[in-house]
């Protein structure tokens, strides 16, 4: 009952009225009922009077106050006046009574309040209609009433201000939070603006695909779906010789193909598409009438499933293929630069030039690098783009060694390009005597007989798709030394005793001095791991079914990646890694270890003995994964273009392309004849 009049807060109330029912008769007690006052402000501006008791004194002990019959006139929604009651019991005990006594002669009496031990107050909102409602009743012919209120107890008073400062604090609270929120999304939807890649060919939208409208291809899934039914009817009315039939369904098939075109969406078919796709509906409820026969239905196309199975698999080998086939071709401008760089070496007369900055060659206090590459283009990438990020140019030193073909163009592009202060050495891996077959096993591998039978003769595939299986292992930088020098370091740099290898995929946007003073507490190799859950791990790389391998390592240890590694060349000399390595390519001679390359024999031989650099160091990935995080791209101190998607070739991912070509210095004449754009 308690909560009804509550729901009766906003009505504006009339009158209220108590009757006292005793067991004895008061007499000469005429008593009125003052309204409700639900706050502190609505006592302000009324008389109050001193509380005298006399006035029930003689009927305290006769009178229950749970008894009162509280009466309750108000206008309901439909504005019809209501009558209620409510006993005082059923009040809460915050509800205060105030009493009035009526006027006699323009002679006021007396008023006295007799505050209950359940005393109560409505809470009934005190506003500018009810306090107009209770002065017009207040004025009358016969008689005034004249509201009265009685002290109030303290401490509920003080209650009162408490729970009010505890509503206007929570209100605060609200208003606070939902500023905060409005604020996190604001700056969530400028972050992920920030991230939206608009270099994306086809078709552009500023809307994520989950909120595209999920019919906005509905006609086109119909359309293709008429033609695979037509399809099935055609070749069931081809076999009942209905010849009719069959010509029309095959005549609308091939008009379904050139109204869909390349369409992807509805927005993008042909104004005729629908009219298409009415004409087909009619002719495939006219072959549904005439060769329905649902067990055939199912075999035809289960055996069309199967055949495009087999189809898309045969696809995708001859693009696996294709796709290795032109990650490894040298497109024609880069074909051109080398040439063109030689012709001109010999031309001009660079035969006797060399050089400067020699002395820093074997200077232990400056920082070395290690770059082995056959590619003028992505090595002076590497080069350039280490000068330019670095604090100290003049204090670095870059140790390139390429092969015989390359070494010319090599050195004559950075005859012509030197890079500013710092100091350049290029080498031709052939001038490295001690590399040979006898001391290398490796290079005697790649010598023998049954090397090149690998490679050219047993499994030689006759067609494309059967040539995509073992592809990646038949790359040709797996026959060149350059991708196992790395494993000679020592040998080459006898003076040194750090160095910092760099593949010439990558690309340098820190300064990378930091990386000499990283404790590498006694390991000889420091990298970045590239494990996650379950990917990148021994038992990628290795053979695990071979006992050699299942005994020896870990399947679950963490790889990590060549491409920028800091090796301590004096703990590789007093562990003796090169003679590790040697004995493990020995074991390997039947390639039963593992496949080529040169990653699994170096977690091999640096197993327990690679030092995990920070994450940030080395970003990987750019040149096969799409999704990479573009933070962490943009924070790495280098990123490594590790896959098929090169930044020089036509294949690159296009949103990682800018990275690699900001280094590129396009206005070399060199550049520019053999037409190397951005």
């Known amino acids: 009952m308690y909560n009804w009049i509550g729901d009766l807060s906003d009505q504006m109330i009339s009158l209220i009225q108590a009757e006292l029912q005793t067991s004895k008769k008061i007499q000469g007690d005429h008593r009125g009922n003052e309204p409700f006052y639900d706050c502190q402000q609505c006592f302000k501006g009324k008389d109050q009077r001193p509380i005298t008791h006399n006035s029930l004194a003689g009927v305290g002990s006769n009178l229950d106050d749970k008894d009162l019959d509280i009466i309750v006139s108000y206008s309901d929604a439909s504005g019809v006046m209501q009558v209620s009651s409510v006993k005082a019991r059923d009040l809460s005990s915050s509800w205060v009574w105030k009493n009035s006594i009526s006027e006699d002669n323009g002679q006021m009496q007396g008023s006295q309040t007799q505050k209950t031990e359940d005393s109560f107050q409505p809470p009934v909102r005190y506003d500018a209609s009810t306090k107009h409602s209770a002065e017009a009743n207040q004025t009358g012919e016969s008689r005034m009433l004249q509201t009265k209120m009685s002290a109030v107890d303290p401490i509920k008073l003080q209650r009162q201000i408490l729970r009010q400062q505890r509503r206007d604090l929570r209100a605060a609270e609200l208003i606070g939070q ?80 050139r109204a869909i075109g390349e369409a992807n969406s509805d927005s993008e078919l042909r104004k005729s598409a629908l009219d298409q796709a009415k004409a087909m509906g009619h002719i495939l409820s006219v072959a549904k009438e005439k060769l329905y026969d649902c067990v055939v239905l199912a075999r035809k196309l289960r055996a069309m499933i199967q055949s495009t199975e087999e189809n898309v698999n045969a696809e995708k080998k001859k693009s696996a ?124 591998q790649l010598e023998s007989a049954r090397m090149k039978e690998y490679y050219f003769q047993v499994n030689n595939p006759s067609t494309l798709s059967a040539g995509s299986d073992n592809l990646k292992y038949r790359n040709p930088k797996y026959l060149s030394m350059l991708n196992h020098l790395r494993f000679y370091l020592p ?12 593949d010439d995929d990558i690309v340098v946007q820190k300064d990378l001095t930091p990386l000499w003073s990283v404790d590498m507490k006694g390991m000889v190799n420091g990298a970045v791991e590239t494990c996650k859950e379950s990917f990148h791990r021994f038992d990628k790389y290795l053979n695990f079914s071979n006992p050699t391998i299942s ?18 060349l004096k703990e590789w000399k007093r562990r003796n890694i090169t003679g590790i390595y040697h004995r493990w390519q020995e074991m390997n001679e039947d390639r039963t270890l593992w496949k080529l390359g040169s990653l699994p024999p170096g977690l091999i031989t640096f197993y327990n003995l690679t030092y995990p650099m920070d994450r940030s160091w080395h970003v990987l990935g750019l040149g096969y994964d799409p999704a990479l995080n573009q933070t962490e791209i943009e924070n790495a101190g280098v990123i490594h273009y590790n896959g098929n998607y090169k930044p020089w070739l036509d294949l690159a991912i296009v949103k990682y392309k800018s990275y690699w070509s900001r280094y590129v210095i396009y206005d070399s004449p060199y550049l520019q004849i053999c037409k190397i754009t951005d």
């Open 551 to 568: 005994q020896n390592f870990d399947p679950s240890a963490c790889g990590w990646a060549f491409g920028m590694n800091m090796f301590d």
């Open 178 to 257: 939902g500023k905060e929120m409005d604020d996190q999304m604001e700056s969530a939807a400028i972050e992920r603006s920030k991230g939206l890649d608009t270099t994306v060919k086809g078709k552009y939208s500023i809307w994520r695909r989950d909120y595209e409208n999920p019919n906005s291809d509905a006609t086109v899934k119909l359309m293709r779906d008429q033609i695979i039914m037509a399809k099935v009817y055609a070749s069931i009315a081809k076999g009942k010789n209905k010849s009719g039939l069959y010509d029309s369904l095959i005549k609308h098939s091939r008009e379904s193909l």
């Open 321 to 444: 293929f294709l796709i290795q086939l032109a990650a490894k071709t040298i497109p024609k401008p880069l074909h051109c630069l080398p040439q063109l760089l030689m012709a001109n070496y010999f031309l001009q007369g660079f035969q006797n030039k060399g050089f400067a900055n020699k002395e820093k060659l074997e200077d232990q206090s400056l920082y070395h690098y290690a770059i082995f590459s056959d590619n003028v283009l992505a090595t002076s990438v590497v080069v350039n783009s280490t000068v330019l990020n670095a604090n100290e140019p003049e204090k670095h030193v870059f140790h390139i060694v390429t092969d015989k073909l390359n070494f010319v163009p090599m050195k004559m592009w950075f005859l012509v390009n030197p890079p500013a202060s710092a100091a350049v050495e290029v080498v031709n891996i052939d001038d490295f005597k001690w590399l040979n077959s006898s001391y290398c096993p490796v290079l005697r």
């Open 491 to 502: 040998e080459v740099y006898p003076k040194l005793d750090k160095i910092l290898f760099l």
